[in-house]
T-cell receptor, first 113, second 114 residues
Framework: DTAVSQTPKYLVTQMGNDKSIKCEQN?????MYWYKQDSKKFLKIMFS???????INETVPNRFSPKSPDKAHLNLHINSLELGDSAVYFC????????????FGPGTRLTVL | SQKIEQNSEALNIQEGKTATLTCNYT??????LQWYRQDPGRGPVFLLL?????KEKRKERLKVTFDTTLKQSLFHITASQPADSATYLC?????????????FGKGTMLLVSP
């Protein structure tokens, strides 16, 4: 009964490839997020979706495209992977109303060679 | 520019003592401030939330203070245990859009030795 799950946990790929990371939450939350945590452990918001609608899109290269098929799922597709994309990507969810805690997934460690 | 600063150096304390972690911010007007714990190889876990009109919040051995004049939050763990060793992140939520938009500090690593 995992609350927020992500697959895969590890992803090793070559530069230039396209890859996807999947996220699912079973908490009934309306809002989902993607964060990137770089090698310096800095956790930064990338995207936020509320009820399948994009509400936050930080300055992220357009090689990154989130997709929310329903409010329990938020996937992240990355085109033309670059070395600098290597990081841990976390999915999170919360109730839509601001001021609520966020529940994080276990993370996906992406390594681009 | 907006900044959130947490002690970059690890905090080493002995078991049983009180750990105090600091979060300072500039050029923010957060409506909420949250603290999370992150263990190696895991996602952050929510600990406490404090609102801008609250001075202090407690939960078991944890206490958070929020001073909007000093632009600072202090996070205390009393009677610390080795199991409290982790990285602690503060996060600000300005409540601009009506949705939660957390901005995280870089975190402070806490090491509690037996």
């Amino acid at each position: 009964d995992t609350a927020v799950s992500q697959t895969p946990k590890y992803l090793v790929t070559q530069m230039g490839n396209d890859k996807s990371i999947k996220c699912e939450q079973n908490l009934g939350h309306d809002t989902m997020y993607w964060y990137k945590q770089d090698s310096k452990k800095f956790l930064k918001i990338m995207f936020s979706y509320n009820n399948k609608e994009l509400i936050i899109n930080e300055t992220v290269p357009n090689r990154f495209s989130p997709k929310s098929p329903d409010k329990a799922h938020l996937n992240l597709h990355i085109n033309s992977l670059e070395l600098g994309d290597s990081a841990v990507y976390f999915c999170a969810s919360s109730q839509a109303r601001a001021g609520n805690e966020q529940f994080f997934g276990p993370g996906t460690r992406l390594t681009v060679l | 520019s907006q900044k959130i600063e947490q002690n970059s150096e690890a905090l080493n304390i002995q078991e049983g003592k009180t750990a105090t972690l600091t979060c300072n911010y500039t050029n923010y007007s957060p409506a909420y401030l949250q603290w999370y714990r992150q263990d190696p190889g895991r996602g952050p876990v929510f600990l406490l939330l404090i609102r801008e009109n609250e001075k202090e919040k407690r939960k078991e051995r944890l206490k958070v203070t929020f001073d909007t004049t000093l632009k600072q939050s202090l996070f205390h763990i009393t009677a610390s245990q080795p199991a409290d060793s982790a990285t602690y992140l503060c996060a600000l939520d300005p409540l601009n859009s009506g949705y939660s938009t957390l901005t995280f500090g870089k975190g402070t690593m806490l090491l509690v030795s037996p």
